[in-house]
Structures are given as C-alpha cells and as structure tokens.
C-alpha cells in the first residue's frame, strides 16, 4: 500500500522534500498559497533555481508521483516546511507554522504524523504546535505523532544532500520519534539520529549559530588586520594549517534564511546569557557599512557604483537577507550611481532595475563583487579595463582568480593598501 504524504510549503526546501519523496514511493501532495507556483508545478515546471529540480519536478509530476493544490488534503504524514521570518524586535514570526499546522485540522485523523521541518525556536513544537492539536480534539503523541526533523542541507546540492546527509529527528513522546524516524528512513541514506523535540530544535540552531560565530570571528579579524596592515587572508591561512583550529573566511555579511535567522530564535529565549552569539551578530551585520566605507576611500559621492552578486552565497539566485542587496540598498540611499548585475537573480525578486553585465560596467568607477558566482572567478579583465571608468576592483568574496596588472585589485587580505590613495580622492 502506498503512503500519502502532504507537504505544506513549496519554497527553497518544501518543494526538493516533496520531490525526494515521490521520488521513493509516497504519493505526494505539495501545498502552497502561490498560486502562480501551482499552477507551474503541475505542468512540470519549477519556480525556484536548484541544480536537478525541474527535471526531478517533472519527472513525477509525469508519472502521477505528485502534484501541487492550494489547501491540504487527507494524508498518512504531513510535512511542514514554511518560512519563520523575524518581527521586528528579531523575535521568530510563528504565524506561518501556526496556520499550516491549523490548515491541516479539517483534514487530520488518528494515526497521523506531523513532522515540522521549518527552523523554529527551542520548545516551539511541544509549546506551541502541539496545544493547537490538542484543541482541536486530538491527543498530540498518541492520536496523532508530532516531531521535528530540521533541514540541513545547503543550496546549489539540496537534492544530493537530503538522500546524503544524516537527519536528527525528536519528537515529542518515543512514539512520536519512532514514527518520524521511520518516515525518513524511506530515502534517507545517513544516520536518524533519534532525540527529543527540544534537543533537534536547538540542535539546527546552534549548527548554524556556530558557523554565524566563526565567520563573526574571521570578520572581527579583519577589521583588527586592516587597522594594523596585516594580511587577514594569509593569518586564517596559516592558522588554519593547525591540526585543530578551522577559522571561515571573511565577508560582506551573513545571508540567508539560517545562518543569518537562527541565531536570534536562541537569543530570544535567554538574552541574558546568549551574549556571545548576540555579539557576533553584531559584528555580521556590520559587515555590508565597513565594505562601503572601505569603497569610500576609493570613489567620491558622485562616482558610479558596478555591483556583481545580489544572491547571499554563489551559484544560487536566494537573495534573503543578502548583505548584498543591503549594501546595493545603502549605496543606492546615499545617492551613487549604482548599477548591479547577478547571472541568477531575477528580475521579480528585487526591488530596484537589474543591469547587464557591460552596462554596470560602462563608466563605472569601482566593482564591488559581493557574490562567489563562478562566473566571476575568472573575468576578462582587458575589457573591464576598456569599460570602466577607473579599473577599481574591491572583491569582498576574495575569489577572483588572475588579476591583470593594470587593475587595481583589493580584497579583504590588502585593505591597508586604500589607506594609501584615500587622501587622492578626498
């Protein structure tokens, strides 16, 4: 007999669950309020960018594996993978998991399992989700088996990664963990590894509170070097070559739909005591206000501004909480010239016009890359010399390759070099 499985959420990670699933027996039903995405997901088509998903899409939508509605239907498993925005005062937004969790009622029945996947803070399923199923007549744990089981995959390998990965699945009784883990193991080839709902919440956020900290490391570092004219890039290399120490590399920020979130669902559980993470926040969200100001010692007021990268990592078109779009935004505020260009995002995705690539770099003073697009590790640098204006390069990233001798190339590792010419452009 065929298990029916609902997916409520069709985004960046509902929609490769659903797939991975159809994929391996169930017969899926993805859920979503856009109906555009319906409508294009039923004829085989995807709206987001992720390596193999539209064939993957296609493929079971063609074979009657899965299909996409706009309410939930009757279903053995619901999977709950909605977006956990902040408020404004950085606390988490419930509401999405709230109404997919209320959304289901009409259409639960004894037997059934819940499993959230959306990030949610510590004691969210326990505290909040399972009392709205109590409400509505059902004895969460016993009549129906609720768990988290949190993503952890990264864009540009989602597909590879949740067959790959090891999956931490806790639920709220054994029963509830027992029932989860079982649903997993029908594609997952790592570990289910088996816990409480409270540690796989708070598992998913300190992995990526840990990351959050060692970039904040990494950035610290590199304002402290560019003060004291010091290679940051070669000192994280060569402490690096210890058997136990693994610094990340610096950058513009932090971005995206975790590591840039997560961290604040512990703070705001116990500020008190979550200095540390709190602080490296800070200094993440820092980041976008020192890369303009080190721009600043390079171009005036009125200089035009190209931009390469708006996504938040390479190779993917995600622009959450890209301190790209931040500093674009700024620079945009303070009245330069900017024009950017991204090979992945999309028009509809941002606010302000998207450029070519020759057309942000015509008569441009400066190219901030702000984004690891392969398509920017290797440029033509002869015509970027013809184009611009001044062939000023500032690549936040640090991950161009063959720089010509007639640019002038910073990165994060020769920032004391601007301190040379800022004087020539005040």
Known sequence: MISKLCVIGLGYIGLPTAVVFAQNGWEVTGVDINSLAIDELNKGRVHIKENGLEEAVKEVVVEKKFC????????????????????????ANLRYVENAIKSILPVLKLGDTIILESTIPPRTTRDVVAPIIDEAGFKSGDDIYLAHCPERVLPGKILKELYENNRTVGGINSNSTEKAAKVYRSFVQGKILETTAESAEMSKLMENTYRDVNIALANELTKISEGLNIDVLEVISLANEHPRVNVHQPGPGVGGHCLAVDPYFIIEKDPENAKLISNARTINNSMPEFVIDQMKKVVKTS????????????????????????????????????????????????TFKLSSYKNALQNADILLILTEHDEFKCLDWQEIDQLMTTPNVLDTKNCVKNVAEQINYYNFGNLYNLKEIEWLVK
Do not use: C
């Open 303 to 350: 200089s035009k501004i190209a931009i390469f990268g708006l996504a938040y990592k390479g190779n993917i078109d995600d622009v959450r909480e890209s301190p790209a779009m931040k500093i674009a935004e700024q620079l945009m505020t303070e009245n330069y010239n900017v024009e950017a260009y991204d090979p992945y995002v999309k028009q509809e995705q941002i």
């Open 68 to 91: 996409a509605r706009m309410s939930p239907v009757e279903a053995d498993v619901f999977v709950i993978a909605v977006p956990t925005p902040h408020n404004h005062d950085l606390t």
